[in-house]
């Protein structure tokens, strides 16, 4: 109570956003109830009670399986391009000595980061389209264009490398400032020794930035069951649900445009409570090889 009183400045900031969360992230789990219904919007949460036949009904589903494929498929090569990616960019970048040359390539990579998919995807249908810049260039080459977005072995892999490409200038902030914080007397002793630029990323730089790689590794287990819903949603079609379907564009289908509500909270139920175990693992992981808590 001692401490409460001297901080309760503090805790009274904390109540806009508690208020907030409880709107609108916890009063809503009421309607998950709807799960275990056959509902009904003219009765509402008055419909009849199924208990679990919708989970009976969505696993017994060929494409509800292909969705948990495609979703897993897509985000674990999202998550390893995510890191792997930035961490070799941040190795470039922190070798360019010219400050203002390194800021502005820093800007370059960071400006996607900042713009959303909606406007992405319009871009991004164009430059991979028939007739976009991507299949001109190939078209130069001699060989025949390739349809990118409408072929269903090649879509999952235009969407893991435009999210890829779109989020890797954030984790670059990240590892760049992990790197500026290793103490320049190790280079310093490595230049003295005969060190080369690369022994020094090698040996020094790659081992001191482990520790922030395995965070950071760790932390995105719990983003496994998200492949991208907005990213998904705004550049894939029919012809391509067979590898590009994934479990957040399957609720959407089932709840908003074949109006079956309860099958929708049944899929997103199974996510949100597999999410939930990811997120639980994920910190429990990072406590125990990264040494990072959050309570």
């Known amino acids: 109570m ?12 904390l109540l806009p956003g508690i208020a907030a969360i409880f709107i609108f992230s916890y009063i809503p789990l009421y309607g998950l109830i709807i799960a275990f219904q056959k509902y009904n919007p003219a009765l509402g949460f008055a419909s009849k009670w199924v208990g679990f036949d919708n989970f009976r009904h969505i696993f017994n589903q060929p494409n509800f399986v292909r969705t948990i494929w495609n979703t897993l498929y897509i985000a674990f ?21 010219h400050t203002r040359i390194k800021r502005s390539f ?16 319009g871009v991004i249908s164009d430059i991979l389209s028939v007739n976009g810049i991507i299949n001109q260039f190939i078209s130069v080459l001699g060989f025949k264009p390739i349809p990118f977005l409408s072929t269903p072995r090649l879509f999952p892999w235009a969407m893991i490398v435009t ?17 500026t914080g290793i103490d320049p007397e190790l280079y310093e002793a490595a230049i003295v020794d005969g060190g080369t630029r690369f022994q020094q990323t090698l040996y020094i730089t790659l081992p001191l930035l482990a520790p922030t790689i395995m965070l950071m590794s760790i932390l995105s287990l719990g983003s496994v069951m998200n492949a991208g819903f907005d990213q998904i949603f705004n550049m894939y079609a029919p012809i391509v649900y067979e590898t590009g379907d994934i479990i957040d564009t399957y609720v959407y289908r089932l709840g908003i445009e074949k109006a079956q509500f309860s099958m929708g909270a049944t899929v997103g139920m199974f996510k949100s409570l597999v999410s939930c175990i ?14 990072y808590r959050v309570f």
Do not use: C
Request: aromatic share 20%.
């Open 2 to 13: 001692r401490k409460f009183k001297k901080q309760w400045a503090y805790h009274l900031m």
């Open 106 to 121: 820093q800007t370059l990579i960071y400006l996607p980061h900042f713009l959303s998919w909606v406007i992405l995807a």
């Open 163 to 179: 999210d890829i490409w779109k989020g890797f200038g954030f984790g670059t902030v990240v590892y760049l400032a992990a790197i």
């Open 278 to 291: 990811l997120v639980s693992l994920s910190y429990f992981m990072a406590d125990r090889f990264a040494g």
């Open 77 to 97: 090569f999202k998550i390893l391009g995510g890191i792997i990616v930035p961490v070799f960019f941040s190795l470039l970048l922190n070798e360019i000595r």
